[in-house]
């Protein structure tokens, strides 16, 4: 997956898979700095993160970042995207994964691009990411344990 966000010249990605069993930790692999990946977690930010909060409601994928926000951001919302900037995260496109099982993930590419250089990206790549995103899910769902979290990069 890293390979792939490299060559499309992405900053990095993250999939973040949800626990079934509230209060449990989600199951990280991500490309996206160590340093703010121990935060996020850390602070729990999955829990108030409006792109995980919508990658939970709807199964179609989105952008987000600056310029894609809504007006009405809480406080904690507004200082999630503001602190993720200082590490590079300032766009992304997320795909919410839906499976059969009832299993909830979330496969995010981040940029630190402007806006308009990501969108070109996702017009000319958007369909084969969300494939990317399906295999990935498939294939990293099985490595799953109860007591495993992976975050800042993959151990599969």
């Not at 995980?52 to 951001?73: H, L, T, Y």
Request: aromatic share 12%; net charge positive.
């Amino acid at each position: 997956m890293a390979e792939v966000a490299v060559a499309l010249k992405l900053s990095c990605f993250a999939y973040l898979a949800l626990p079934r069993e509230p209060r449990s930790a989600p199951n990280l692999i991500s490309t996206y700095p160590p340093s703010w990946t121990a935060i996020y977690l850390k602070r729990g930010y999955e829990g108030v993160d409006p792109v995980v909060r919508q990658a939970m409601r709807q199964p179609k994928p989105f952008q987000w970042g600056r310029g894609f926000e809504a007006q009405s951001r809480s406080e904690t919302e507004r200082a999630l995207f503001e602190e993720a900037d200082k590490f590079g995260i300032r766009c992304g496109y997320t795909i919410p994964i839906h499976d059969d099982n009832g299993a909830i993930a979330a496969l995010s590419f981040a940029s630190d691009e402007h806006r308009f250089g990501f969108e070109r990206l996702l017009i000319d790549h958007g369909q084969s990411l969300r494939l990317v995103a399906r295999f990935f899910h498939a294939h990293a769902k099985r490595f799953w344990t109860d007591e495993r979290m992976v975050g800042g990069s993959p151990r599969i």
